[in-house]
């Protein structure tokens, strides 16, 4: 990176201050300073140096990558866009993983900026990476079992989105697929051109990491591996359902988890009336092992004083009663049941859901509200389940998970931007900003449950986390995005507890935004590594076959066979390999002969089994 002294403005448009890189905080009105790290995609016009400077804004740090060093401007964006961008829009939803258009450079309409979330930053906001993101391919064999069959786990779960977009070639490339802490990450997408990829070359990937992968997973995963190979795993959700199963097996095994949660709410400077609710109570502390009692929520009521209020409340005591009778009758189902079925859990959490949905809607037709005189409520929940952390919204109330790597916002705002992006009309830096495209889509109360889109994630906790849940009167403006680092994050290093960052962050909602209710909602998640003396079930594949009675049993004799033929015979490395089998086999031969009357049969046959054991490594 360029040793020119960078100074970026602050995006504080009434402030506009000149800062230094290396400042965390504008020096005039102390908003923390937004440090955006940019890839070119496309092409430009030109080329350009390390340490120019486009269109009098983007800092060239390396070939590819500028720093955006006037943040406060909104990105400039063709009419037209070109279809190479496209998909990026279409997979909005799934930006945690992968980078969105943020905007082009100016009057080059085929050079366009990706912008990524929580790129590493050093203490003088430099990139740690150079690409951005270190390489998954070099992560694997630094990371615990949890977190790389978590990785796979992933990959999974994006492989029918970037097929429908006709993208699964952004697995292959080697240099693309990055990571942030346990999050997957692609650089870019990269378009099917000649043919589609499938599930055989996902097992190839794999097959490459095979070494790196902890023993404690790794004949599991060259089993699968194996059965997809020999065709017999076709189908990506059939390979979901294993791999379900066995990272339910590894994280109530080998893990044990405490939770924590509390929450906060406030009626802000401008509003009389707070029409937000949240579950469980204000400043009840709450600490437990996992299940129902980590339901956690907050809702924002819509539909004018006391309408709004009514229906957040009507709304978080009708979920909470549905999911506690659901989870007081149906227990061991999920928590206790032998095979793990995570749809399970989906589907009460959208019962509970529509049923809240469908009670406000019929007090809004009962009193014949129409229009803004209907009221509803947004709806943000969070609830840990065994090794899995559910999410599930209507609205745009937000969820954002932070971890030691970053702050992901995993929910998506049912509004009208959120909709033109995904429909391909703009860019979200540029179809958000005006203010028309807040209007909300959905809500509890406006429609039939038959008409209602629940947005239900689920995610693999494999590290500590926090989980924040707040109303648009905190999130508004960014703000969690700026004060994530100095509020949250200590949370986990331990300087702060729980309730002291939770009034903190009410106090950031009322000092720096104020013009609405404002909730909070914190679930603190601690995992710790554990070898328990009795298991639920074993890590192995003939266990797995007793819960899956279809599990596939692929035969070993093709894999070894195919990975000796995949590796060059006449390599530098496998040459030197060989001589020094020679050597050793012939030394060894040397010392028998030289004592053979005084050696018994066990050391006659060393050499052999020497030899045998080098010879069967020598391809691996």
């Known amino acids: 990176m360029t040793n020119r002294i960078t100074q970026i403005r602050c995006v504080n448009k009434r402030c506009k201050n000149l800062n230094s890189l290396e400042d965390a905080f504008c020096h005039k009105c102390e908003t923390p300073l937004v440090k955006r790290y940019l890839k070119i995609g496309g092409k430009l016009s030109r080329e350009y140096k390390i340490g120019d400077s486009i269109s009098d804004r983007f800092l060239v740090c390396y070939s590819d990558i500028v720093l955006d060093t006037k943040p406060y401007l909104l990105p400039y964006s063709p009419e037209n866009l070109p279809p190479e961008v496209i998909p990026y829009l279409k997979l909005f939803s799934h930006r945690l993983h992968l980078p969105q258009i943020y905007g082009f450079i100016n009057q080059e309409n085929q050079g366009w900026l990706l912008e990524y979330n929580n790129i590493p930053l050093d203490s ?44 699964l070639s952004s697995f292959f490339d080697s240099n693309n697929l990055r990571v942030n802490g346990g999050i997957i990450k692609f650089i870019d997408l990269k378009f099917d051109e000649e043919s589609t990829p499938n599930l055989k070359n996902l097992a190839d990937l794999w097959q490459n990491w095979l070494n790196d992968f902890d023993p404690l997973i790794k004949n599991l995963i060259e089993k699968i591996i194996l059965s997809i190979q020999q065709n017999l795993i076709t189908d990506i959700d059939k390979l ?44 009840e502390f709450k600490e437990t092992k996992g299940g129902i009692d980590t339901l956690i929520m907050v809702c924002d009521g819509l539909g004018g004083q006391k309408s709004g209020e009514v229906a957040s409340n009507l709304a978080i005591n009708i979920i909470k009663e549905e999911l506690n009778n659901s989870y007081q009758k149906t227990l061991r189902e999920t928590l206790n049941n032998k095979n793990w079925i995570p749809l399970i859990d989906a589907v009460k959490i959208h019962n509970a859901i529509a049923k809240a949905n469908d009670r406000i809607t019929h007090i809004n037709n009962q009193e014949k509200r129409q229009d803004r005189d209907r009221m509803g409520t947004t709806v943000v929940t969070s609830m840990a389940i065994a090794h899995e952390i559910y999410f599930a919204n209507v609205g745009d109330s937000r969820i954002y998970w932070i971890t030691k790597d970053g702050c992901h916002q995993v929910t998506v705002d049912d509004d009208l931007a959120t909709k033109e992006v995904r429909m391909g009309s703009g860019l979200y830096r540029l179809v958000s900003a005006n203010p028309r495209t807040g209007a909300l889509l959905q809500a509890l109360g406006m429609e039939s449950s038959k008409k209602l889109k629940v947005h239900i994630r689920r995610f693999i906790t494999d590290e500590d986390s926090i989980f924040l849940l707040c109303s648009d009167g905190l999130s508004d403006y960014d703000r969690v995005e700026q004060y994530w680092q100095s509020e949250i994050l200590p949370i986990l290093t331990e300087d702060i507890n729980l309730k002291t960052a939770c009034e903190k962050l009410l106090h950031i909602g009322l000092k720096k935004n104020g013009h609405d209710n404002i909730t909070v909602a914190l679930l603190q998640c601690q995992i710790e ?6 298991k639920e079930g074993e890590l192995s594949w003939q266990y797995l076959g007793e819960i899956i009675p279809d599990l596939p049993q692929p035969k070993i004799n093709n894999f070894l066979v195919k990975k000796i033929i995949n590796k060059p015979l006449f390599s530098a490395k496998n040459i030197i390999i060989t001589a020094l089998i020679i050597f050793c086999f012939g030394a060894v031969t040397w010392f028998i002969f030289q004592n053979k009357s005084s050696q018994n049969k066990s050391i006659e046959i060393l050499p052999v089994k020497t030899f045998s054991l080098i010879l069967f490594n020598l391809f691996d």
């Not at 199963?245 to 939770?259: A, D, H, M, P, S």
């Open 124 to 167: 003088r906001g430099k990139l740690i990476y150079p690409q951005l993101f270190p390489l998954l391919e070099k992560s694997i064999c630094h990371a615990s079992p949890l977190r790389q069959i978590n990785w796979l786990w992933q990959m999974i779960q994006l492989w029918k989105p970037l097929a429908k977009q006709k993208v």
């Open 240 to 283: 979901l359902a294993i791999v379900d199963q066995i990272v339910y097996l590894l994280g109530n095994n080998y893990y044990c988890r405490k939770f924590s949660l509390i929450t906060a709410t406030d009626a802000g400077k401008k509003r009389g009336n707070n029409e937000d609710s949240c579950y469980p109570n204000v400043n």
């Open 529 to 534: 590594l554990k070898q328990p003396d009795k």
